[in-house]
């Protein structure tokens, strides 16, 4: 094994190395997941910019599926229908997360440029016991801000 970090031990290389797959598996998500488009730009500063926002997403999704994992082994939840059909999961990802809240709306009705009536959205029980796992009031969709 090579490395340009010279102050690494054998051991050390190695152990880098065994969690390289898992590193790579979140950064292919970049190109699956969030469909990164290709880079034209010839500004270093913005190019370091956009890959920052990129790296902010996957610190996000990394955190989002670590607290939902955490509170379900806290409150002794084994499994979550996230997949299609309701198939159980042990290990929710964040696409898993997202997509569950993704079709989500609240409409609001205005007349003569004031609030007339608000729709709210019927949240399943799963997305109940999803925000409640995750700490997150269910009134995030179901009040206006």
Known sequence: MLTNDKTLTP??????????????????QLKSVFELPAVFLKNEARIEAFFFVYFLVLLVEALLERELRRA??????????????????????????????????????????????????????LQRQVLALLGVPETVYTRAR
């Open 11 to 28: 051991k050390q290389v190695l152990e880098a190395h065994k969690r390289q797959p898992a590193l790579e598996k979140r950064f292919s």
């Open 72 to 125: 379900m082994a806290r409150e002794k939840v084994d499994e979550l229908p996230l997949y299609p059909e309701e198939r159980l999961t042990k290990r929710p990802t964040a696409e898993q997360i997202l997509r569950l809240f993704a079709l989500t709306q609240r409409h609001v009705l205005t007349a003569d440029g004031n609030d007339a009536r608000a729709f709210e959205p019927k949240l399943t029980d």
